[in-house]
C-alpha cells in the first residue's frame, strides 16, 4: 500500500500570492483530512470531506482558503492572497472506511510566506 | 471543550534508559479515542496507537507500552530500553466526533524526545 501522498513537499511564496497544494489519499480511503502545524504546536484541523463532500471546516479557514476534493480522490487546497501567518506546514490525512476513526497523515508541504 | 496537555515539552535520555511521555485529557464525551503519534526529523507523522474510551487494557508492543487510565484522564506511553532511533516528537491526540462519521484529531503541543549515545 502506497501512503499518503502531498504535492510540492516545499513551497515558497510572496505575500499576496496564490498557493495550490495537493494531496492524495491512500487508495479506497474515503475520508480526507487537511491540518495546519505551526513550529513548536501539535497539528490542528483544517476542514474534512468524506468522498467529494467537504462536511466540516473549521473555524481556522478564513475566506482565503478553500479546499476541493472533485472526485472523492485526490484533495487540493488553495490559500489565495497569502500572509506570513500563512506560514506553517500544511497535513492531509486519510481514514479507511472501516476504521474511520484512525488517520494516516502524509509527509506534508511546507510553506513560507515570504 | 476537549484538550489535550502534554507537560513535557523536551525529555533527554541516555540510549537504554526507560522513559514516560506524560498526556492529559479533558473532553465531555463519553465514546472517544486516544492516540499516540510519533514525528521524526522527516516530518511525517506516524500513527502508533489508538485506544477506546471503553477499553482501559493496557497495550505493550515490543519497547513500546501505554497506560490509559480514565479516572485520571490521563494516557501514558513508556519507551523502554529507549534507543536513538526512538528521537522525534510525539504527540498525544483526542477524537472529536464530526457529522457523518468523521473525526477531527485534537493533539497536544507534543513532548520533544532527545536520546543519546
Known amino acids: 500500500d502506497t501512503g499518503v501522498s502531498q504535492n510540492p513537499r516545499h513551497k515558497i511564496t510572496k505575500r499576496g500570492q496564490n498557493v495550490t497544494f495537493r494531496c492524495d489519499p491512500i487508495?479506497?480511503?474515503?475520508?480526507l483530512y487537511w491540518y495546519r502545524q505551526t513550529l513548536g504546536q501539535g497539528p490542528e484541523f483544517l476542514t474534512y470531506?468524506?468522498?467529494?463532500?467537504?462536511?466540516?471546516k473549521s473555524r481556522l479557514l478564513s475566506d482565503r482558503f478553500s479546499a476541493e476534493r472533485p472526485k472523492g480522490s485526490f484533495s487540493t487546497l488553495e490559500i489565495q492572497r497569502t500572509e506570513q501567518g500563512d506560514s506553517a506546514m500544511y497535513l492531509c490525512?486519510?481514514?479507511?472506511?472501516?476504521?474511520?476513526?484512525?488517520?494516516?497523515f502524509g509527509p506534508g508541504t511546507r510553506l513560507t510566506v515570504t | 471543550a476537549q484538550k489535550v496537555t502534554q507537560a513535557q515539552t523536551e525529555i533527554s535520555v541516555v540510549e537504554k534508559e526507560d522513559v514516560t511521555l506524560d498526556c492529559v485529557y479533558e473532553?465531555?464525551?463519553?465514546?472517544?479515542?486516544l492516540f499516540w503519534y510519533k514525528q521524526p526529523p522527516s516530518g511525517e507523522l506516524v500513527f502508533l496507537i489508538r485506544?477506546?474510551?471503553?477499553?482501559?487494557q493496557n497495550e505493550i508492543s515490543g519497547r513500546y507500552s501505554w497506560n490509559f487510565q480514565k479516572s485520571t484522564s490521563s494516557f501514558n506511553f513508556t519507551i523502554t530500553a529507549s534507543q536513538v532511533v526512538d528521537s522525534a516528537v510525539y504527540f498525544c491526540?483526542?477524537?472529536?466526533?464530526?457529522?457523518?462519521?468523521?473525526?477531527?484529531?485534537?493533539f497536544g503541543k507534543g513532548t520533544s524526545l532527545l536520546v543519546t549515545p
Open positions: 490525512a486519510s481514514s479507511p472506511r472501516d476504521r474511520e476513526y484512525e488517520q494516516y
Open positions: 485506544r477506546n474510551s471503553f477499553d482501559e
Open positions: 487508495s479506497e480511503h474515503n475520508r
Open positions: 473532553t465531555r464525551d463519553t465514546t472517544y479515542y
Open positions: 491526540a483526542l477524537s472529536e466526533g464530526l457529522g457523518a462519521s468523521g473525526y477531527a484529531l485534537n
Open positions: 470531506f468524506q468522498n467529494e463532500a467537504q462536511l466540516e
